[in-house]
């Protein structure tokens, strides 16, 4: 194929990669791409890649690629931060309630710090000497 040569000669002059990071999250992987264009027009790429495996032991990746334009850039980023300090506060108070009912069910059962407690009856000295 003699074309094939020149397209992917332009395709890599039409896109050069300015910066890349990978981040391996439990199952997934997040890649972060700073790129521009041949007129120097900016954008960003985040591709979500996840591997699958079919019924005979064979894997794929599915991918999910997000492309972020420099105009966008801003209003972008502020609703990214704004989503994640809402989880990140959700995430705080559920915490902090879970660990007050599991404080309280250990303290009703017995468990403090992890070790075991008996709980004794209230014995006065002169119920002993009848």
Same mark, same amino acid.
């Given at each position: 194929?003699e074309?094939y040569?020149k397209k992917?000669?332009f395709v890599k002059k ?6 890349s990071?990978? =981040? ?8 972060f #791409? ?5 007129n120097? #027009?900016?954008?960003?790429?985040? !591709?979500? /890649? ?5 019924k005979?032991g064979?894997?794929?990746?599915? +991918?999910? +690629?997000? &492309?972020?334009?420099k105009?966008d &850039?801003? +209003?972008f980023s ?7 300090e809402i989880?990140?506060?959700a995430? +705080?108070?559920? !915490?902090e309630?879970t660990v007050?009912v =599991?404080?309280?069910?250990e303290? /009703? /059962?017995?468990i ?5 407690v008996e709980s004794f /009856?209230? =014995?006065?000295?002169e119920?002993l000497?009848e």
């Amino acid at each position: 194929m003699e074309g094939y040569g020149k397209k992917e000669e332009f395709v890599k002059k039409n896109r050069e990669d300015i910066y890349s990071n990978a =981040v391996r999250a439990g199952k997934r992987t997040y890649f972060f #791409d700073a790129k521009a264009t041949r007129n120097e #027009d900016y954008y960003l790429t985040i !591709t979500e /890649s996840k591997k699958r495996y079919d019924k005979e032991g064979n894997y794929t990746y599915e +991918k999910h +690629k997000i &492309f972020l334009y420099k105009e966008d &850039f801003d +209003k972008f980023s502020e609703g990214l931060l704004e989503a994640i300090e809402i989880l990140k506060e959700a995430n +705080k108070t559920h !915490t902090e309630e879970t660990v007050e009912v =599991v404080q309280e069910a250990e303290v /009703s /059962s017995g468990i403090i710090d992890g070790l075991e407690v008996e709980s004794f /009856s209230q =014995v006065e000295f002169e119920d002993l000497s009848e």
